[in-house]
C-alpha cells in the first residue's frame, strides 16, 4: 500500500492500496472517535460497496446512516444537496460526527460540500469508487454542485480528513470508468511528468493503475500544497478544462468530464500552436479510448465557456502545453477564445 500525506489547511494521508474498502472503518477509527458517519453514495455504487464500507464502520463501533441519490451529473445540483443536508439533521448529525463520501466525482464533490457546510463544517473521508476521483478530485479539498450557468459554481474548500483508494474497486471498473479517469492521468503527464505520459501511450497503461494513481496524486499534492486556494500554481490543474467544460456544456452533460477534457488537452495544444504535443495527446487519447475532436463550432464553443468559474472580469486564465511535460498559464481576454478555439480544433482536425 502507498501513502502519500498532504499538508495543507488540514494535514491528512491518502492512502492507496487493495482491499481499503473491505478495511475502510478500521483507517477510520485511527483518526476518529467512534461517532455517527452519514455514509452518502449514489444508485450505482450503493448496491456494491455500501454494506462492506458500513459493516466496517459497525466492526469498528461507528453507528450510520446511508443516503444514496440517482447517479449521474445531472444529480449535481442545489436541490439534492438540499437532500443531503436534511438527511444529516435527520440523522441528527453533529459536529463531531462525520461524512463519508462513497463514490465517483459527483458524490465527492457533493458530499463533500454537504460536509463544508452543514453545521459550518464537519469532517469527511473520501472513498473514490473511479479512477477520476481516485487521481483528481477526490484529493485537495474543491467541493460543490453545478448551477444552470455552470459547472461546479457553487462550493467551498473542504480538505477531507482522509482519503482510501480501493485499487481493487479500481481494477474491477468498466473501460468506460477507466477511460474517463485516464483523461485526468494524461493531464498530469503533460503537466509535468513525461514518463508517466509515456505509460499512457503503452497498451500496458491498465495494468499499472496502483502506479499511474500514485504519480498522479503526488502531482496533485505538490500543487495543493502550493496552492491550497487556486490562485497561483493549481490552476495547471484546469489544462484542458475550460475548452473541455465548454462542450460538456454545449452537449448538455451528456458528454462525460474526463472525455471533454481530452478533447479540451487536444484543443489547448492546437491553440498554443504545438502541432506536435497535440499530435502526442491525440495519440494518449486514442490509446486509452479517448476522443479529441467534437462538431461543436467554435462561436457556440467560446459563448460556452463564458460562464467558466476560470474567466476573471474580462480575461480567462488558459493553460496552454509548452512540450510533453511543461505548461504555462496565459492570461487571455475573453474575445479571443473564440479564435483560439478555431486554431485549436483546426490543428486537431488535421491530424486525426
Ligand atoms: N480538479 C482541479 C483541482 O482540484 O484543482
Not at 509515456?198 to 497498451?203: A, F, I, K, L, R
Amino acid at each position: 500500500m502507498y501513502t502519500v500525506h498532504l499538508q495543507a489547511s488540514k494535514a491528512y494521508d491518502i492512502l492507496i492500496g487493495p482491499g481499503l474498502v473491505k478495511e475502510a472503518g478500521s483507517h477510520i477509527s485511527r483518526i476518529f472517535n467512534p461517532c455517527k458517519a452519514a455514509v452518502i453514495t449514489d444508485s450505482n455504487v450503493y448496491p456494491l460497496y455500501a454494506d462492506c464500507v458500513c459493516r466496517s464502520l459497525e466492526e469498528n463501533g461507528f453507528a450510520y446512516d446511508t443516503y444514496a441519490f440517482p447517479a449521474g451529473e445531472q444529480s449535481k445540483n442545489l436541490s439534492t444537496l438540499s437532500d443531503i443536508l436534511e438527511f444529516m439533521a435527520e440523522s441528527q448529525l453533529t459536529r463531531s460526527d462525520i461524512v463519508v463520501a462513497l463514490g465517483g466525482g459527483v458524490t465527492g464533490d457533493m458530499a463533500g460540500f454537504a460536509a463544508a457546510v452543514y453545521a459550518r463544517g464537519i469532517p469527511f473521508v473520501q472513498i473514490p469508487t473511479t479512477l477520476l476521483a481516485a487521481v483528481d478530485s477526490s484529493v485537495g479539498g474543491k467541493t460543490a454542485v453545478d448551477l444552470k450557468a455552470g459547472k461546479n459554481l457553487a462550493g467551498a474548500f473542504h480538505q477531507p480528513s482522509l482519503v482510501l483508494t480501493d485499487t481493487d474497486v479500481i481494477a474491477a471498473l468498466s473501460d468506460q470508468l477507466l477511460s474517463e479517469g485516464a483523461a485526468e492521468v494524461i493531464k498530469y503527464g503533460v503537466l509535468q511528468d513525461k514518463e508517466l505520459f509515456s505509460w499512457m501511450c503503452s497498451d500496458a497503461w491498465k495494468e499499472k493503475l496502483p502506479e499511474i494513481i500514485l504519480r498522479s496524486v503526488e502531482i496533485k499534492r505538490m500543487m495543493v500544497m502550493e496552492d491550497e486556494f487556486d490562485t497561483g500554481l493549481r490552476k495547471m490543474l484546469n489544462l484542458g478544462h475550460t475548452f473541455g467544460h465548454a462542450i460538456e456544456k454545449c452537449a448538455d452533460f451528456s458528454l462525460s468530464h474526463g472525455f471533454g477534457v481530452a478533447i479540451g488537452m487536444a484543443i489547448a495544444a492546437g491553440a498554443a500552436g504545438k502541432m506536435d504535443v497535440c499530435k502526442e495527446i491525440i495519440r494518449a487519447n486514442i490509446n486509452c479510448g479517448l476522443p479529441s475532436s467534437t462538431a461543436f463550432s467554435p462561436d457556440i464553443l467560446a459563448n460556452a465557456a463564458l460562464t467558466d468559474k476560470k474567466r476573471s472580469g474580462a480575461t480567462v486564465d488558459l493553460i496552454l502545453p509548452e512540450e510533453i511535460g511543461r505548461c504555462n498559464i496565459v492570461k487571455t481576454p475573453v474575445e479571443q477564445l473564440v479564435t483560439l478555439f478555431e486554431k485549436g480544433l483546426n490543428t486537431v482536425k488535421e491530424l486525426i
